[in-house]
């Protein structure tokens, strides 16, 4: 199976941040979106996990097993800059809310709670309420909810933003395990994910009228 994108364009306000974008990701490989900052990266992330409308193209899964998907949208986990978590909630009730809502896509099973805290490490303090979280611990939850339900395509935004060397090699693990199991990743990043050779996609964004070029 293949993520496909071809010849997106998207607005944010009045202003078209890029155009004409395409790319195809097979299972079991990711794509790094590269570029200086507001080149587009977060829009183009968002545009492809169905949280932005773009402006024309199209994204679509093509290939072996792309028939039991019923939208891109609901195969795709998007990890943003925020964390997505109730501060107020403990880590389980968080990441037990998460598992049901998305569910698991066709073809996997997400980890439990338990096994997927301990997947980022933090196994031992899921009852405490998400807020008294420190930052990096917080973000590593973030992660597990990557892993309570199977989706095939990871979107990940600057994931290891602010993170410890131990927590960016043991995201890094995360990833190299997911795309083992059949998944795709997507993942904008100033910083080497720690993922060896990986495919890039480098985002110049418009320098006045249309002077964006693509590699
Ligand atoms: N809600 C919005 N309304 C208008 N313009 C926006 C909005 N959000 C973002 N932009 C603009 O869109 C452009 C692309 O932003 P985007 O966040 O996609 O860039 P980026 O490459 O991810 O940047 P960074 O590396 O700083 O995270 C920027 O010029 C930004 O100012």
Known sequence: MRLVAED?????????????????????????????????KSTLLRVVAGLLPRESGKVRFSGEGSQEIETVAS?????????AMK??????????????????????????????ADA????????LPFG????????????AKLLVAWRPV???DEPTAA??????MMFAGLVKEHLKRGGIALAATHQ???????AELHMTGFDGAMAETWE
Request: overall charge negative; glycine content about 16%.
């Open 75 to 83: 195969a795709c986990h998007y990890l943003g800059h925020r964390n």
């Open 192 to 198: 080497p994910l720690g993922l060896g050779e990986m």
């Open 87 to 116: 501060r107020e909630l403990t880590v389980v009730e968080n990441l037990r809310f998460w598992k049901v809502f998305f569910g698991d896509s066709a073809g996997g099973n997400g980890m439990g709670i338990e096994e997927a």
């Open 154 to 156: 990871w979107i990940l």
């Open 163 to 168: 993170l410890d060397t131990a927590a960016e």
């Open 8 to 40: 997106l364009s998207a607005k944010r306000g009045e202003e078209l941040i890029f155009r004409d974008v395409s790319f195809e990701i097979e299972t079991g490989r990711a794509l790094v979106v590269k570029g200086p900052n507001g080149s587009g």
């Open 132 to 143: 008294y979280l420190s930052a990096g611990q917080q973000r590593r939850m973030a992660m």
């Open 120 to 127: 980022v490490g933090l196994g031992g303090i899921v009852h």
